[in-house]
């Protein structure tokens, strides 16, 4: 069988949400139909609405082996049990049968959750992926339209390029995304396509926006697995053994540790505007992360620098003085605007030249400032975000 491509997977939920939209709209009617007291009799509308929900529901496809099922009652048995339960009066039992009633709309609500679900699943990395886009754009552009007069159009390549973008990413949301802030703003700003246009979106439209659709997309009301039914009786059981400390680095591919340190920053207060590079050189392929680091001063104000973190997923070596050397002349990738520090971020170590290196370019009076994040700094950044630690499964 031909492996779909993304167009083929998307056609496919595009059907089932049609689909979907017309059980949703045929339940609503065929629960207005139900009496709302004893009435004994048929109702063809009714009936021929159920036949056509039923046909409906049997090209519903499972969600990971959970299957939609709609059963509506006969109206004469409606009317019936009604009758019975007014005769032994519980009213606590009628109230359970007509609830019973709107079983068939929560299927649906349950059924919408699970697609949602499984459609933002779907898109992420081509949703990620576009993101990156639209991030490299707007860095490009900015020196070539930086002498330009605000009301002069954008160069119509880049403009139509930013627009591709913008619709893909309408197009991945869907109905399963709420759309992201300033979205509407933004599809304006590019409509007119200014460069007094450009700067809103640069300035407010896109960093907001990007910021709701990571939030959406990486949804952090999403379940962590958990192996223990009571605590209580985790307690009771009086564990014992070492203090853990060390994690499991071993366990992450190079996307998920970079993803690993983006979810640090993004969710740290002091960073802003977390961003994804695409551009890098790397032989490793790895991708740049970028972020404003914020600082208040009680007399000067805020002070911003921007920050750049080469993520390295090594396991069987150091960061060396040549890798160093390296990645400082990938900085010039990145600029303008000026990358004021470089953080190489690893799940290993550094040697010990590697050390001495960059501790003489802090002594320097280059503007580059270069961190350090070695294994031993990221455990003890992690130990204090237990939920990183178990959102990626470190432990």
Known sequence: MKKPTLYDALEQFEAIEANL???????DDVESLIPTGISFGSDPAYEDKCRVVAAIVEHMPAIDGW??????????AIAQTRLDLAEIMEPAAEASFESSLQEPSRQLREYRFRFNRKRRELIRHALDDAID???RLIRATRP???AMKPREPIPEATLAELRTHFKEITTLMGSSMPRPDRWNEMGRHLHFGQVCDFDDIERVDWPAAKASLR???YGQDDPIP???GDLGELIASKPSGPIPTKLNWAKLTEEEFERLIFSLIASEPGYENPEWLTQTRAADKGRDLSVTRVAKDGLSGHLRARVIIQCKHWLERSISPSDVALLKEQMAL???????????ATSGRFTT????????QGQSDRALRIEMWPESHLEMLLAARPALIAEFGLR
Request: aromatic letters at 6%.
């Open 353 to 360: 030249d590697a050390v001495t290196a960059i501790e003489k």
């Open 215 to 217: 939030k959406s997309l």
């Open 334 to 344: 990145w600029e303008p605007p000026r990358v004021d520090v470089l953080i190489i």
């Open 67 to 76: 299957q939609l099922k709609l059963e509506f009652f006969d109206l004469d």
């Open 133 to 135: 886009q639209v991030d």
């Open 226 to 228: 958990i192996n223990v």
């Open 144 to 146: 070539a339209i930086e």
């Open 21 to 27: 939209a017309k059980l949703e709209r045929l339940c």
